[in-house]
């Protein structure tokens, strides 16, 4: 059986990260890989743990034909290394953090993707956003405003799409995630 290739999207400061690095252990045991995104990004940027690499260089990998998905946001190039779909077709599942632009792309390429939107109350994330200290206040609430216009879009375009609130407890949130991976995994 094929594996299935699990779409983590949400708004920057939603805690994708934290919450692929709290449930990376419990998912690594049930036999579903974390993948590293290449970002062309410093390395010494906060953030995921990427691989960084400067955009020339993401060019020649993607004109290698390296990655299975790539996609540009935020003045940023990323790339999913080409090596999830050996490990789909090893049967084995796939968690990337993807994007919530590309989503459609994604779909067409992995017909049975789960679809994972983490989202944030909007007090919390601003909270998160202003804590970071990228962004002016002005560039925080237009984040917040395409965010809001994103999800609406969002859950209008693509039943079916999971999601999962991560305002409040880390581990709550991680507890849903696995729950969802293992229901997707056996209706697949």
Partial sequence: MAGRLIYLIGPSGSGKDSLLEAARDTLGHNGCRIVRRVIT???EAVGEAARAVSV?????MQAQGEFAMSWQANGLHYGIPK???DWLAQG???LVNGSRGYL??????????LAV???????VLRQRLLARGRETQDEIEARLARNARFTVELLAEHPGLVVLDNSGDLQQTVSRLLHHVANARLCA
């Fill in 92 to 94: 084995q599942d796939v």
């Fill in 83 to 85: 090596a999830i779909d």
């Fill in 104 to 113: 459609q792309e994604a779909r067409q390429r992995y017909p049975q993707l």
């Fill in 56 to 60: 020339e260089q993401f060019a020649a």
């Fill in 117 to 123: 939107l983490l989202k944030v109350d909007d007090q």
């Fill in 41 to 43: 990004r410093s390395a």
